[in-house]
């Protein structure tokens, strides 16, 4: 028998919704959920305590980490200072083959968004079609900590689009981004793809603001 990677396993039930934003992580519960021992899902707690996803309280245990408007923000702060370099030195670097990945990429992208918001299963292939999309854009950094630290914030900050974003947002407004962003890219404008690209990742958290999403939500913190 396959053995059980709770720390996946509680990942993906934070990221998909299922462990809802400030839920009490208990360890009786988890125990008869995932058919494993206490140690183990203390040490997947722990590990994604330090991936941000899970609040570790003395005395108290773990829960989810909860939404919020500065817990969007930081991320999307943090996530455009790493991202923009690596993007950056990318353009800079990358030859052919960067190049041919970013636009077969690209096209994956734009097969998935066509039917992006018809079922669950169409949703989760267009997510992972758009995150494949960004690690392609920055793939020849020439930096495995820069790509390590991207891929942490973007799974922060996917927990935020499927909850958030997906819902309030039409697929061809993500395709149209996208589309620019990839073609200033593929031009090889470095400041103008890197200017594009934070504002890609804070647009969400000003249109949110904006619209007065979080005033709206009672399970949010400010």
């Known amino acids: 028998m396959a053995k059980v990677n709770v720390e996946d396993l509680v990942r993906d039930h934070i990221l998909r919704g299922v462990f809802k934003p400030s839920a009490q ?5 988890l125990k008869e959920r995932f058919d494993v021992g206490h140690s183990p899902i203390r040490e997947a707690l722990s590990r994604l305590a330090g991936e941000g996803l899970v609040l570790a309280e003395t005395n108290k245990g773990f829960r989810v980490r909860p939404l919020s408007r500065a817990d969007l923000r930081d991320i999307a702060i943090a996530r455009c200072a790493i991202e923009k370099e ?10 052919d083959d960067w190049e ?15 039917n992006a918001f018809e079922s669950a299963d169409t949703l989760a292939a267009w997510e992972n079609a758009h995150d494949r999309l960004h690690s392609a854009l920055i793939s020849a950094c020439g930096s495995p900590r820069l790509l390590d630290l991207q891929q942490r914030l973007q799974e922060q900050h996917t927990r935020y689009r499927r909850l958030i974003v997906i ?5 061809d407004a993500h395709g149209d981004e ?8 593929l031009d ?23 619209a007065g999403f979080w005033d709206k939500q009672p399970g949010s913190e400010a």
């Open 100 to 114: 041919s990945e970013v636009v077969a990429a690209m096209h994956n992208y734009r097969k998935k968004a066509a």
């Open 86 to 95: 690596a993007l950056r030195r990318s353009i800079i670097n990358g030859g």
């Open 188 to 210: 090889r404008n470095v400041d103008e793809a890197v200017a594009m690209m934070e504002r890609h990742l804070m647009i969400t958290v000003d249109a949110l603001e904006e």
């Open 167 to 171: 819902p309030n947002v039409q697929a």
């Open 178 to 185: 996208h589309e620019r962003l990839v073609s200033t890219v």
């Open 25 to 29: 992580l208990r360890m009786e519960d």
